[in-house]
Every structure is written in C-alpha cells, then in structure tokens.
C-alpha cells in the first residue's frame, strides 16, 4: 500500500482550478499501481512534465502518478539490491 505523509504538486500557472482535481485523480491512479515493497523516502522530487495541449486531468495525473511510481520503484531498488514490481 502507497502511503504518503505529504504530496505537493507545483503546477503552472493557469492551473489553479484544476489543481484538486488532479491531486485526487494522482493519488486514484497510485492507488490502483503496486506498491514497491518497503521503502522509506525522506523527499522525492520529480523534474518538470511535459504535458500536452488539452490534456484531461486523468491524462495529467496518470503522468504524474506514472513518474512518482517508477521514481520511488527505483529508489526502492536502489535501497534493497534489486528490482520490483515496478521496476524489473
């Protein structure tokens, strides 16, 4: 199970009306990816997303929640010597 004691996003601006939206739609999606094993991080921070024209917030969030998981599964593969579910 994800568990996250804070979850920040930094959107451009423009994008303020749709911010909640995409912060319930990010934390949807991580919630329906595995989680990689056991792993504690004190931040991640992810580089900037290249987002498309007309992107729907789904769109948006399944970006984001796509590169949080591969950011963390890496991380966690780093910490225990291998790979994960996310990460072979």
């Known amino acids: 199970m994800w568990s ?42 992810l580089p900037p997303i290249e987002i498309r024209t007309g992107a729907t917030d789904r769109q948006i969030a399944s970006q984001i929640a796509g590169r949080i998981a591969r950011s963390i599964a890496g991380a966690a593969s780093a910490v225990h010597g291998g790979s994960s579910a996310l990460n072979p």
């Open 4 to 45: 996250f004691d804070q979850l920040r996003l930094v959107l451009p601006a423009g994008f303020e009306h749709r911010a909640a939206g995409i912060a319930r739609r990010v934390a949807e999606e991580l919630a329906e990816m595995p989680a990689p094993g056991d792993v504690s991080l004190r931040s991640l921070s």
